[in-house]
């Protein structure tokens, strides 16, 4: 997962750690509560990046280009080392990974069901637009994680370069038929909706996730900061479509 350096959210004001982000995993984990929310947190993480992995392969065979079917493959390998990274810190806290992601399986390939692209552009718009959602909002929680957690989550969202390449060939495409624009408009809109109902629909299902992201476990964000993340995260979007040369 990534986000093109110009076009992060906006980052919640630095504040010196407290409570559990200003812990480590030793120490931190000692809470059950918590110990259960990171290990929904990375079961989350893991599935998303297996399922990058397998779409970036799959948007490699639309490529119109050999060199564009190289830099897909390129950046799908990239996905899964980012998912083998979490697997083994899974096994590292005695957390099975397939149990791990198992409850956000059915979630996130009803999302890719339902966001089936029908072309190389609309393949390029999801990988960008969805992606970037699950990466802000990702980054929005490492803020509250202890440090080792945080550390591990933050380096898989590191860019894996797929933003960017997303940004030149849908402005190319644009430039090239200006018609393309307003299709890929309405389909990166559809895709902002259910990226945010499919992120609600995974925090309400689990409780330990639910429960740190509303301040129950070590400091979270309560219910007004919640609302702020998902107003920054928009905000965000809007500024992607902007970089795609989209009306958001």
């Known amino acids: 997962m ?5 076009a992060t959210a906006p980052a919640p004001a630095a504040e010196e750690p407290t409570g559990i982000a200003a812990q480590d995993w030793a120490t931190a984990s000692a809470e059950p509560q918590y110990r259960a929310a990171v290990v929904d947190l990375l079961g989350a993480l893991a599935y998303g990046e297996l399922a990058a992995f397998e ?42 990974p397939t149990d791990a992601m198992e409850p956000f399986a059915k979630a996130l390939d009803d999302f890719h069901r339902l966001t089936a692209p029908s072309d190389w552009l ?8 969805g992606d970037s959602i699950a990466s802000d909002f990702y980054r929005e929680v490492a803020a509250r994680l202890d440090t080792d957690t945080r550390a591990l989550v933050l380096a898989v969202l590191d860019d894996t370069g797929h933003g960017n390449f997303a940004v030149e060939k849908v402005r190319a495409a644009i430039e090239a038929e200006p018609r393309v624009g307003g299709r890929l408009a309405l389909w990166a809109r559809r895709l902002m909706g259910e990226a945010l109902s ?15 992201l509303v301040g129950g476990v070590g400091g979270g964000f309560d219910l007004a900061e919640v609302g702020r993340m998902f107003s920054r995260i928009t905000e965000a979007h809007t500024k992607r479509m902007a970089a795609l040369g989209l009306a958001a």
């Open 55 to 96: 779409r970036l392969a799959d948007d490699a065979k639309l490529a119109p280009t050999l060199a564009d079917k190289a830099a897909l493959a390129k950046m799908a390998s990239a996905e899964f080392q980012h998912f083998e990274r979490l697997n083994e810190r899974l096994r590292a806290v005695d957390a099975e």
């Open 198 to 212: 499919q992120a609600q629909r995974v925090v309400a299902d689990r409780d330990a996730l639910s429960t740190m």
């Open 122 to 129: 609309e393949g390029l718009v999801k990988a960008y637009v």
């Open 2 to 6: 990534e986000t093109p350096h110009n």
